[in-house]
Every structure is written in structure tokens, then in C-alpha cells.
């Protein structure tokens, strides 16, 4: 059994910028695709972005050009660089690593834009 514990998430300005991260433990992660998520209070879960094992990112429209994922096999880790922090980015984030045959979800860390 998998385990994805995300970290990194706060409170902080509009304009300003944070750093998710995610850790998994197993050795599911290098081959897998992984992805952030959001939920908003309210609103269902939506994708952020996504990374495939191969390295290829795809992004939701309204974060393109100022959120960046990245990856480090290696370390069992999943990054999401995140910029120009807006209030509607405001909700809890989860990471995710699935497949065909598997789908695994951390529990997620708040993160808090103020205008």
C-alpha cells in the first residue's frame, strides 16, 4: 500500500508564491503518472496538472504560465512550483499518482491566497 503525504501548503498574498510538495512511499512513483488537484469550498475536485512517468506536464487554462510541476524520481518526490498566487487558487490540494491498474491520493494541504 502507497502512501502520498503532501506538504508546503499556507496562507499567503495575492501575487506572491509557494511551493507544494509531494512524497510517496513504495515504489510506485517513477513510472506512474501523478498529478495536483484542487478542491474549493463548494466546487468539486479539479485537476491542476498532471506529469507522465515519461516527463510530459499538461495544466488546467486557468493556472498555465504561472504553475509548474515537476518531479524527482529519485527521491520518490512530485513538486508544484506555484506563482502569481491569485484568491481563487484558494483550496485544499492533493496529490495524486494513478495508472490503470492503480490510484493513489494524499490528503491534501490547504493553501490560502488573501487579496
Known amino acids: 500500500q502507497a502512501q502520498l503525504v503532501e506538504s508546503g501548503g499556507g496562507l499567503v498574498q495575492a501575487g506572491g508564491s509557494l511551493r507544494l510538495s509531494c512524497a510517496a512511499s513504495?515504489?510506485?512513483?517513477?513510472?506512474?503518472?501523478k498529478g495536483w488537484y484542487r478542491q474549493a469550498p463548494g466546487k468539486q475536485r479539479e485537476l491542476v496538472a498532471v506529469i507522465t512517468g515519461g516527463g510530459t506536464t499538461s495544466y488546467a487554462d486557468s493556472v498555465k504560465g504561472r504553475f509548474t510541476v515537476s518531479r524527482d524520481n529519485a527521491k520518490n518526490m512530485m513538486y508544484l512550483q506555484m506563482n502569481s498566487l491569485k484568491p481563487e487558487d484558494t483550496a485544499v490540494y492533493y496529490c495524486?499518482?494513478?495508472?490503470?491498474?492503480?490510484?493513489?491520493w494524499g490528503q491534501g494541504t490547504q493553501v490560502t491566497v488573501s487579496s
Open positions: 495524486r499518482v494513478f495508472s490503470s491498474l492503480l490510484d493513489y
Open positions: 513504495g515504489s510506485i512513483f517513477s513510472i506512474n503518472a
